[in-house]
């Protein structure tokens, strides 16, 4: 390999999970001298046989800052160019990893507040999967609301096991007590909370099932993180309760995932 100290590092892949046949969660070894901060994106890849150089696309990184081993969420697309082969990955197999990580949906984009809610759909969940494990999350906000939202009941089944999971973890099952919220929704399917986010916070809804007053910029922050459409219309609703939007450079009462950019 390479001496450049930037250049991307080749890591063994621990384990593999398949949820259902569009949705999988992989880990794979952390190199020590790989540094991110909870809700940061990175560039991973492969390098198909035959293919003349690898195929590489940014990933948020689910597991937080702490851990040993780097998790992934990912989409399976049957002709995408990068998961066609990465859904095939097993463990003992290797992945690209890129030196940098970054990101807007940091907590360090954030001015301090009472509440934060992390609005999500689909595989936009990972970055909170990421922040909801990391006890800097509970030392910043009081009540942290984890929306997701997606078309089908198996797609939850990630996001709910983790959750699910949390209330015994050592490091952050105490902090959390009652203070993580998980509200999930469905579009195409019949459940408790029917709905998309948005027709969630416009209606109102999202704050009777939560039991919160509805957004407000004194007290609440939020994360946004889904397909484009789902960012833009959420940040549009967002911005109508007079929440604006910050940046590592200047925190402030929102932040989009900016991991499609360029
Ligand atoms: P819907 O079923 O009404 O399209 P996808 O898998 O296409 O990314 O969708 C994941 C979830 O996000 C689905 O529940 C989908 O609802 C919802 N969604 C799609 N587009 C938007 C949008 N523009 N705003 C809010 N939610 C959206």
Redesign the pocket.
């Known amino acids: 390999m390479s001496t450049n100290p930037n250049a991307p590092t080749r890591e063994t892949v621990l384990d593999v999970e398949h949820y259902t046949d569009r949705l999988f969660s992989f880990s794979i070894t952390r190199p020590p001298s790989f540094r991110f901060r909870s809700g940061e994106f990175v560039m991973i890849g492969l390098h198909p046989e035959g293919a003349k150089k690898p195929i590489m696309r940014a990933y948020s990184i689910a597991s937080p800052a702490w851990d040993d081993k780097l998790e992934f969420y990912s989409i399976k697309v049957p002709d995408g160019p990068l998961t066609s082969h990465l859904q095939k990955i097993r463990p003992g197999d290797q992945v690209i990893l890129a030196k940098k990580s970054v990101g807007t949906l940091v907590l360090d984009a954030l001015l301090p507040g009472k509440r934060l809610y992390m609005f999500s759909?689909?595989t936009g969940i990972a970055p909170f999967a990421s922040l909801i494990r990391d006890p800097e999350t509970y030392e910043r906000y009081e009540k942290i609301i984890l929306t997701h939202?997606?078309?089908q009941r198996a797609e939850l089944s990630y996001g709910l096991n983790l959750s699910n999971s949390l209330k015994d973890d050592p490091l952050v099952g105490e902090m959390i007590g009652d203070r993580l919220l998980h509200v999930t929704s469905l579009?195409?399917e019949d459940y408790p909370l029917k709905g998309?986010?948005?027709t969630l916070i416009e209606s109102g809804d999202l704050f009777k099932n939560s039991g919160t007053p509805k957004l407000n910029p004194e007290e609440d922050r939020v994360m946004i993180c889904?397909?484009m459409?789902?960012i833009n219309?959420?940040k549009a609703i967002v911005e109508t309760f007079g929440l604006t939007e910050g940046s590592n450079s200047a925190p402030a009462e929102f932040v989009v995932e900016k991991a499609f950019v360029g």
Do not use: A, E, P
Request: some cysteine.
């Open positions: 759909t689909g939202t997606c078309r579009t195409r998309r986010i948005t889904g397909s459409d789902m219309d959420t």
